[in-house]
């Protein structure tokens, strides 16, 4: 398998690793799901091989080097991460990262191509990126945030939230919710620019456990946007079974999802046309 299938693969299946080790013969979807677990392990210890032994000639200043320190060295007197710990954590910082960016910005093109206005006028002031990149998770990355109660308490006061109770935070639920929202279904991405309600957008979760990544998303999306929205013009392709269609029917076909670990778009025939 490939590195990039043994992670689709993850990316979409990831809970047909969950059953015990006994059943992962018992159907085609968990004998794959186990194969590509097992195949990007090997890609890992590879990497990890790879930098330690052949790529030291020159110094890398990235997540996988931090990783590898902290492997290799205490700091602050603190214990270093054992190999499985590494392993575990280079595998999260892949899972977490990967697809969350790719759908991101997959949505973020495709409302680009559909609202061409808004895309013109982030062409003009690209230089006002950054606060229009907050309307990007839009679609958001991660649907639904679970967590477990660490004591008892209790929700807008009345609702009594027993100590280990099982919560799924409804991130899409909470992002449409037009008692914080205007027409929450428009792209707006001027709706980011004034007095909007911070608690009521969390694409990254909140607290102490919200995303590790933000900054280096926040950083690579914004990297990537600029770079293509500057030298192309994102449309959507036109394709002669789809000519009689609405403008609501292309909305619906061109952002259509599955919901799986992450908000995964179905498909997005885009045209990238050089200015
Ligand atoms: C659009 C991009 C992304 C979105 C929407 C997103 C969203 C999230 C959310 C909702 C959580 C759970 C927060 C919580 O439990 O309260 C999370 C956790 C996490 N994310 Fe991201 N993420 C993105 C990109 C990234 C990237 C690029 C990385 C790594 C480079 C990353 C690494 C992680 C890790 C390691 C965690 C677990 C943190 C912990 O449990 O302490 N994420 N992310």
Not at 36 to 48: R, S, T
Not at 114 to 135: A, F, T
Not at 240 to 250: C, K
Request: aromatic share 12%; proline share 6%.
């Amino acid at each position: 398998m490939t590195f990039k299938d043994a992670l689709h693969t993850l990316s979409t299946q990831i809970f047909w690793v969950l059953p015990p080790g006994w059943a992962k013969n018992l159907m085609a979807r968990t004998r794959k799901a186990h194969l590509a677990f097992n195949e990007i392990k090997q890609y890992m210890l590879d990497m990890v091989h790879d930098r330690r032994n052949v790529d030291n000639s020159e110094q890398h200043y990235d997540l996988f080097s931090g990783l590898l320190d902290a492997e290799q060295h205490e700091v602050d007197g603190r214990g270093t991460l054992s190999e499985e710990e590494l392993l575990g954590n280079m595998f999260i910082f892949l899972l977490a990262g990967h697809e969350t960016t790719a759908h991101t910005l997959c949505f973020t093109f495709a409302l680009l191509a559909l609202y061409p206005d808004e895309q013109e006028r982030l062409y003009e002031h690209i230089h006002g990126v950054i606060s229009n990149l907050n309307g990007m998770p839009v679609y958001e990355a991660v649907p639904t945030i679970p967590k477990r109660a660490a004591e008892d308490t209790t929700l807008t006061t009345t609702f009594p939230v027993p100590s280990g109770t099982q919560i799924n935070i409804h991130v899409a639920g909470l992002h449409y919710n037009p008692r914080y929202w205007k027409d929450p279904h428009k792209f707006v991405p001027d709706r980011f620019l004034g007095d909007w309600p911070r608690d009521a957008f969390i694409p990254f979760g909140l607290g102490p456990r919200a995303c590790i990544g933000r900054r280096f998303f926040e950083t690579e999306g914004i990297a990537v946007m600029v770079m293509l929205v500057s030298k192309y013009k994102i449309e959507i392709k036109e394709e002669p079974e789809f000519a009689s269609e609405t403008s609501e029917e292309r909305y619906a076909r061109i952002t259509a999802f599955k919901q799986g670990l992450t908000t995964t778009p179905l498909r997005v025939p885009l045209v990238f046309k050089r200015r």
